[in-house]
């Protein structure tokens, strides 16, 4: 491929992506597969690194898709909700855990699902929940807190009155996917779970989403007062202690081999989870080193 092939097919990825992501993120009406998407966006990572030169500041792999839609309220994350660096064999895995051996030859992992849902920040102050926002492009957010208090799983009252935010991944469950959209008519049904979750929880009207069976795991502390963790496990067990319904998938890892065998686990216990995943996450366990 030459410089005006490169610069013709980066230039139609970025408006193949854009559209693809505002039908995801915006819509909630995706138009192809995860896996499709992805594909696209890895063509383009790959493209743009080889003739930097013609990177856009437009571009989605500079940004995160996702803008706040109409009626809703702006909320400015305190800490950014980042995204996930892809990687779609083994081999690359074991090449992220070789690069993390080389800052600290004890480094341990955490290896989680990674829930298909909408990611949210749940704010509490004393304990108590008083802000909840989507991720939107990981800087601004919609405030759905009205929406979020009806999810039943979201306490609202924490164990311990302690001033954080986390953040989850709001979704619905197999079985509650196929009876809610067993009950709408052929025009009217969801693609996939995650969209019925993101367009129940993107609803102006706050009794649309608590009509939908709601459900979240929370993953991550992203800010918290007066605690010091070093360790995302801690973290977890932490958030399981004090009310939170965390990831129920979450295996520490010691070695690159336990991580890998956990995320061959998780592929084959896929189709028996209760909820739907896109994949699994790998994470530095220490979070002086992943910071």
Do not use: W
């Not at 049904?189 to 995650?194: L, P, T, V, W």
Request: with cysteine; hydrophobic share 35%; aromatic share 8%.
């Amino acid at each position: 491929m030459d410089k005006t092939q490169a610069k013709n097919r980066i230039d139609e990825l970025n408006k193949l992506t854009a559209y693809y992501a505002t039908k995801y993120y915006d819509d909630d009406k995706p138009e192809i597969s995860d896996f499709e998407y992805d594909m696209l966006m890895n063509e383009l990572k790959n493209l743009e690194k080889e003739y930097p030169e013609f990177v856009s500041k437009n571009s989605l792999t500079q940004k995160v898709g996702g803008t706040v839609k109409e009626g809703f309220s702006k909320v400015e994350h305190i800490v950014p909700l980042q995204s996930l660096q892809d990687v779609f064999s083994l081999e690359e895995v074991q090449e992220f855990c070789v690069k993390m051996q080389k800052e600290t030859p004890n480094v341990s992992y955490v290896v989680e699902t990674k829930i298909d849902g909408l990611s949210v920040a749940l704010e509490y102050k004393k304990g108590e929940f008083v802000k909840g926002a989507t991720r939107g492009n990981g800087l601004v957010g919609e405030d759905v807190t009205a929406n979020l208090r009806t999810i039943k799983n979201i306490p609202k009252k924490l164990k311990e009155p302690i001033d954080i935010i986390v953040r989850g991944e709001v979704f619905i469950g197999k079985e509650d996917f196929e009876a809610l959209n067993d009950e709408l008519d052929e025009d009217e049904k969801f693609a996939n779970a995650r969209n019925l979750a993101a367009g129940s929880l993107r609803q102006l009207d706050s009794k649309i989403a608590a009509s939908r069976p709601l459900d979240i795991f929370i993953f991550n502390v992203q800010k918290i007062e007066d605690k010091n963790f070093n360790s995302h496990y801690e973290e977890l067990l932490y958030l399981e202690k004090i009310g939170f319904n965390v990831n129920p998938v979450k295996i520490p890892c010691e070695t690159i081999d336990e991580s890998i065998k956990a995320i061959k686990k998780i592929g084959n216990d896929r189709e028996k989870l209760s909820f739907g995943i896109d994949g699994a996450v790998i994470k530095v366990d220490n979070l002086e080193l992943r910071e």
